[in-house]
């Protein structure tokens, strides 16, 4: 994706605020848990924390959690569903925290945004010695047979290059971690998966797909077309016809430690 293009569906989200707060799913705790076993301490930075989805995750296993989020209407949000938790206005490329005040930085389904020249720097800069980068995606388990085909009824817009595991392990080996001159300071990736899971019904799995980027930036008309193939996709499946069904998913963690 070119850089102009980047930001153009990093910054789509803040149009899509409340239905991103209802419609996103959390993470495994599992995943979570896992992310943060070989940090040093409890004090947890949540980079690029949109709604407040991993950050609700954090504050559930007694992390002592940050919140920096750069996009006003997603902050929003997150405050009004977390209120005590701190939550400040900022970004990867420039985090409002002192140096070596984390124990860990993690970012959901955000880290693909960062611009890893300069937020590299910048989160090893905040970390403590031994702490951890962890970015955590929820994907979907293709290896169920109807996941798999929804992906390709969705196209790739909807459905995107980090979307499924495969694609994910390949996508986040090593394209997302920290550039340019402060590779010296991590160690070496460890990426892990863990089952998870989000009840949806066939219109509130279509909303979660009309949160994704590829679809928010979509000319009116291709957005219509998209989401009503994917109805009529979902209204055609046994498995998601009526009433609640479960969307498998994976929480995926791709891990490093600030050496």
Do not use: C
């Not at 196209?155 to 390949?170: E, H, K, L, N």
């Not at 077309?225 to 016809?241: H, N, S």
């Amino acid at each position: 994706m070119e850089k102009d293009e980047r930001l153009l569906h990093a910054s789509s989200f803040g149009a899509a605020a409340v239905a991103y707060a209802e419609h996103r799913p959390d993470y495994a705790q599992a995943a979570v848990r896992w992310a943060l076993e070989p940090a040093p301490g409890p004090r947890v930075l949540d980079l690029g924390a949109g709604t407040g989805k991993l950050t609700a995750t954090l504050v559930a296993l007694g992390a002592e959690v940050i919140a920096v989020e750069p996009d006003p209407a997603m902050l929003t949000e997150l405050s009004r569903a977390l209120p005590t938790v701190r939550a400040l206005p900022g970004s990867a490329e420039a985090i409002p925290l002192r140096d070596g005040s984390v124990d860990a930085v993690l970012a959901g389904n955000a880290m693909h945004w960062f611009d890893m020249a300069v937020a590299g720097p910048e989160i090893a800069r905040v970390l403590a010695p031994g702490g951890i980068l962890a970015g955590l995606w929820n994907v979907m388990d293709d290896q169920v047979e109807w996941v798999a085909e929804l992906a390709r009824v969705s196209g790739s817009a909807a459905i995107g290059p980090r979307d499924t595991p495969t694609s994910w392990r390949a996508e986040t080996a090593d394209a997302h971690l920290p550039k340019t001159g402060v590779e010296a300071r991590f160690g070496s990736p460890k990426q892990a998966e863990f089952p998870h899971g989000q009840r949806r019904t066939a219109d509130s799995l279509v909303a979660t797909i009309a949160t994704r980027a590829g679809v928010l930036v979509m000319p009116e008309q291709e957005r219509e077309t998209t989401l009503g193939r994917i109805r009529a996709f979902l209204a055609g499946r046994p498995e998601t016809a009526d009433g609640e069904f479960t969307l498998p998913l994976l929480t995926a963690v791709l891990r490093v430690r600030r050496l």
